[in-house]
């Protein structure tokens, strides 16, 4: 299994304070350790950094920590492979141009009797269910339109794909085409969305402390989704079964709820619903 | 205008040689300042460089040549921006997935009146005429086969489509699967084939020495593609006008020659055929 890291904001911002503690997760304290990624925008442009050594300690991600970069929307995901070898084109986050667009795509979860598509348009390159699944969302919404149609459109055709795949598995999801990004939650998926008046965040991954008054201006908007809180002193709102949530400027536009529901550890949760990721 | 830089081999081989004289060519004995991309493949999966920053300085290009990475085939681009703005989407290399692979291509030249894309499944991103002619290429390949062909099918289809496109301006490109990379010549594009015996090599750019003998082995075979000569002490094969070549496993397996060209400077050719870019 995997977790997801999401950032959608109304100012270019610098995701390390976040990903510094994300990617913790991947080979300290917990064990999702078989390969990172992250993509940041910019512009219509992409720039995404993968290895398929553990987030904690690849050179690639220090490379990120580095550079500092500035981005709108940021999708990155530390895997614990379920399906699909530990090698490059099996690293999240994916990628596919739709409707002359880069569209980001991340996944946490397992899907199982996904949909042939050695013929499709779009297929997929590596052996993961996600990028499977990726690549029908992306047929469907090809086939659908041939031009961008309306942003409510887009969401709504998101949601009627996704019922097509959820009663295949777990399917948590991040995706974004650089204006704006979705988040669908099976089982866990969190967000906090930081405006003024900014205080101070701790990790909990390393007790790592950040004064966003330091770093934000009044007006700013910066929404972080993951699939588990990454501060201890902040509130973070859980996302429900079912729920999706479209943000957009930093902010949430439109929501469809999702349900409560018992989480069954079935073997494609996780981490989640047995013990907690971290203390 | 833009410079290439290409590797074909049969053992996975460090580039930073070879790159690190091009990149000099982005800003110091070149003008190529408009930003520059480098993709690695590593099995089916590709790692992407790219910075809208001169190669030459670019903090991005500085991460590849500390990490060393090895690959079998890369292709890299040093770009001075003739169409489109100075932006990420706008910097080469462009990569579209065929057939459930990973396809990379870079150009040099100017393409006008390009067909409208606009509808088609693969759309431009940014505004270069090279990633339309790309995402042409891809369509049409897509349109003729849904499951990928042979390889002799792939080079004869790819010669027929470039026909379509190479009346239309100056098109030099180099295209790759991970498997193979195939190069067009317009104006200028010269490779070289190191084997054994192998010998030691002068960088023209910065007079950076390399004994090959240090690095490689009986049976290594390396192909470097590039825009112009790298090295002042070895004999670079100059392709032709319409010259397409097909490298595997660092070797030229398959070839159509093209024809000697007197190079009319009508404002596309860039550096080519007016002064020389480098002494």
């Known amino acids: 299994m995997c977790q997801l890291l999401g950032m959608n904001c109304n100012t270019p911002t610098d995701i390390v304070f976040s990903f510094e503690g994300f990617r913790r997760r991947a080979g300290l304290t917990d064990t999702h350790s078989d390969g990172f990624g992250i993509a940041f925008f910019e512009g219509k442009g992409v720039r995404v950094f993968r290895d398929d050594k553990p987030g904690h300690n690849s050179p690639i991600a220090d490379c990120v920590k580095q550079y500092h970069i500035k981005s709108l929307n940021v999708i990155a995901h530390?895997?614990?492979?379920?399906?699909?070898?530990?090698?490059?084109?099996?690293?999240?986050?994916?990628?596919?141009?739709?409707?002359?667009?880069?569209?980001?795509?991340?996944?946490?979860?397992?899907?199982?009797?996904?949909?042939?598509?050695?013929?499709?348009?779009?297929?997929?390159?590596?052996?993961?269910?996600?990028?499977?699944?990726?690549?029908?969302?992306?047929?469907?919404?090809?086939?659908?339109?041939?031009?961008?149609?309306?942003?409510e459109e887009i969401f709504q055709a998101i949601q009627e794909i996704t019922q097509e795949l959820v009663h295949r598995g777990t399917f948590n999801f991040m995706l974004s085409n650089g204006e704006w990004l979705i988040a669908h939650c099976s089982t866990n998926l969190h967000y906090i969305t930081r405006q003024a008046p900014f205080g101070k965040a701790q990790r909990i991954d390393d007790d790592g402390v950040i004064d966003f008054n330091d770093y934000a201006k009044e007006g700013d908007k910066v929404t972080i989704i993951s699939t588990f809180p990454l501060t201890k002193n902040e509130t973070w709102t859980k996302m429900k079964h079912g729920g999706f949530v479209f943000f957009k400027d930093g902010e949430k536009i439109r929501e469809v709820e999702g349900i409560e529901k018992e989480l069954e550890d079935d073997g494609t949760l996780g981490c989640a619903g047995v013990t907690p990721c971290f203390a």
């Not at 492979?81 to 596919?96: C, K, M, S, Y």
């Not at 569209?103 to 499709?120: C, I, Q, R, T, Y």
Request: hydrophobic share 30%; with cysteine.
């Open 78 to 151: 530390i895997r614990k492979a379920t399906q699909g070898d530990v090698n490059l084109e099996n690293t999240h986050p994916f990628i596919r141009e739709i409707w002359g667009e880069n569209w980001v795509f991340a996944h946490n979860g397992n899907l199982k009797s996904l949909p042939d598509m050695s013929e499709s348009l779009c297929q997929p390159i590596g052996t993961t269910d996600s990028e499977t699944a990726f690549c029908y969302i992306a047929e469907e919404l090809k086939k659908r339109y041939r031009k961008k149609p309306s942003e």
